[in-house]
Nanobody, 116 residues
Framework: VELEESGGGLVQAGGSHTLSCTAH????????MGWFRQRPGQDRATASV????????LVVADSVKGRFTISSDNNDDIYLHMNSLEPEDTAVYHC??????????WGQGTQVTVSS
């Protein structure tokens, strides 16, 4: 199973943008899917969680609450809806999934650059 991210790009400050992450390959259900972001100069190990779904719960980090939301159509995808983007939101956004069997799976990451 692979996680495919899409939607990265260059966005103007104040704008909106949506990132998508979809699982491809042998059917596998996930218990949780979410997004981390790695800001410029930040080590991936210290990347911060942005939001995730787990079961029926949709959770976003306090740092982006009110601007970002999470949605999902099935238990093998996740969308990150970003509004009122700020230059500080510039980062590589990494999708992850925790399958019902096996360890965490990561996407390749997608760059979002917010210009001022």
């Amino acid at each position: 199973v692979e996680l495919e991210e899409s939607g990265g790009g260059l966005v103007q400050a104040g704008g909106s943008h949506t990132l998508s992450c979809t699982a491809h390959g042998h059917g596998r259900s996930f218990n949780t899917m979410g997004w981390f972001r790695q800001r410029p100069g930040q080590d991936r190990a210290t990347a911060s969680v942005v939001g995730y779904w787990s079961g029926s719960r949709l959770v976003v980090a306090d740092s982006v609450k009110g601007r970002f939301t999470i949605s999902s159509d099935n238990n093998d995808d996740i969308y990150l809806h970003m509004n009122s983007l700020e230059p500080e939101d510039t980062a590589v956004y990494h999708c992850f999934g925790d399958p019902s069997v096996g360890g965490r799976i990561w996407g390749q990451g997608t760059q979002v650059t917010v210009s001022s």
